[in-house]
């Protein structure tokens, strides 16, 4: 697949970005570079990682882009559709649709697909609120595992099963982020989450996935620590956890190759568990005004981040939150806000590849292969 040769524009490209990132890019470059693979995805599997991003059911009624989401991506997640605010039009009814529309593209064009999220204290709906209390939230909870989970059983790569369980900042000694699903079952509904996810489909990849873990900071190493007791206590206790999703939403200017980060990563693999980068994107602080300058901040961003992120073999899919910033979640946040336009992603608004592509490419050629594709748990 994707074997055709380079359109003229995609191959100058290329060649322009090899020469952008230096003399030492070229070597990799193959005689003709008409023959080299096109897409991220078999830079990616040549190594034995899949490469994906988020899509949404409103992306994918833009032909250009989800002909380019079919070329580049080996997975695919749901950016919403899966939440239950999109799953949960009242607490009696369940609505598949728009998930079940990803899930056909994904199969269709075949990408792997994978679950997000069935916990979390973000995207509930309207009635959670007035419906949700201490007596009943541990039934609504598992009832929701198990139906979800149920519907995609033996379709799915992996599912997030619990998402930004920690926020440091609450100041519990434990690091719990305090949410409802706290407030209302206590710490143990993770684990709970996860036998329920277990029992619903016992060969998907279960996966906690977290966010901040990467900066070289205070509050992201107590993170860190708040994370690592709870996957060793989960391990040690057989709780059906099978991988650590790191979110990789990160800046181009902070430090996310850290010794502290690197040592985090080590134990996490030393429990055995798969690491899913699951929702990169690189904002910077736009401190320049040059759309150049900042594009290849953000791509070496993603050279060193990816480069060091591959080093674990226990690292086995990255996924991009998107591909384009035509819809980048980011463009509604912040800065974007003052008319400076965000550039977080591999192609820009008018789906042309940014240098970030080329670094992405890089990162893969250059990385140690592995034997699996984190196909199983
Ligand atoms: C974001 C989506 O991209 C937005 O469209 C939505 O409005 C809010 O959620 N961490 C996560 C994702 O786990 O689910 C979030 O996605 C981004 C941060």
């Known amino acids: 697949m994707n074997s055709q040769p380079a359109s003229p524009t995609r191959r100058n490209f290329l060649v322009g970005a090899a020469t952008m990132l230096g003399a030492g890019a070229m070597g990799i470059f193959p005689a003709s570079a008409a023959d080299a693979p096109e897409s991220l995805r078999e830079y990616a599997a040549k190594k034995g990682v899949l490469f994906g991003s988020a899509i ?40 598949f ?20 999220t069935l916990v979390w204290e973000q995207a509930l709906p309207k009635w959670f609120q007035m419906t949700v209390n201490s007596v009943n939230a541990r039934q609504i909870m598992l009832d929701h595992i198990s139906q979800v989970v149920r519907h995609y059983a033996g379709k799915m790569h992996s599912w ?19 949410t409802p699903w706290l407030q209302f079952i206590g710490p143990e509904y993770i684990e709970m989450a996860f036998h329920a996810a277990h029992e619903a489909d016992p060969d998907a990849m279960l996966v906690y996935n977290e966010n901040w873990l990467e900066p070289d900071d205070a509050i992201a190493e107590k993170k860190r620590q708040s994370v690592l007791a709870m ?38 693999s030393d429990l055995g568990l798969t690491i899913l980068v699951t929702e990169m994107d690189i904002r910077d602080k736009q401190s320049n005004t040059d759309l150049g300058t900042r594009d290849r901040l953000i791509a070496k961003q993603y050279y060193d981040y990816l480069s060091f992120m591959l080093q674990f073999k226990a690292l ?7 591909l384009t910033d035509r819809y980048t979640w980011l463009a509604q946040a912040g800065s974007a806000a003052k008319g400076v336009p965000v550039r977080p992603l591999p192609y820009d608004e008018d789906l042309q590849p940014t240098p970030s592509w080329n670094a992405i490419r890089r990162a893969f050629e250059e990385a140690p292969g592995r034997s699996s594709r984190g196909g199983s748990a």
């Not at 559709?81 to 039009?89: G, I, M, S, T």
């Not at 086995?316 to 998107?322: D, F, P, Q, S």
């Open 56 to 95: 949404s059911n409103l992306q994918l009624r833009d032909a250009p882009y989800s002909s380019l989401l079919s070329e580049q991506c080996g997975i695919a997640v749901p950016e919403n559709a899966l939440k239950w605010a999109a799953l949960r039009p009242t607490l009696a009814s369940f609505d």
């Open 97 to 116: 649709s728009a998930g079940d529309a990803l899930f056909q593209f994904a199969h269709f064009n075949n990408m792997l697909f994978r679950g997000h």
């Open 160 to 178: 997030d099963v619990v998402n930004e369980a920690y926020r440091i900042e609450d100041g519990r000694p434990d690091g719990l982020k305090v």
């Open 231 to 268: 996957l060793t206590n989960f391990r040690k206790r057989n709780v059906p956890i099978h991988a650590l999703g790191t979110q990789s939403h990160i800046y181009a200017e902070t430090n996310t190759t850290g010794p502290n980060y690197k040592r985090f990563l080590e134990q996490v």
């Open 316 to 322: 086995t899919a990255v996924l991009t939150w998107g």
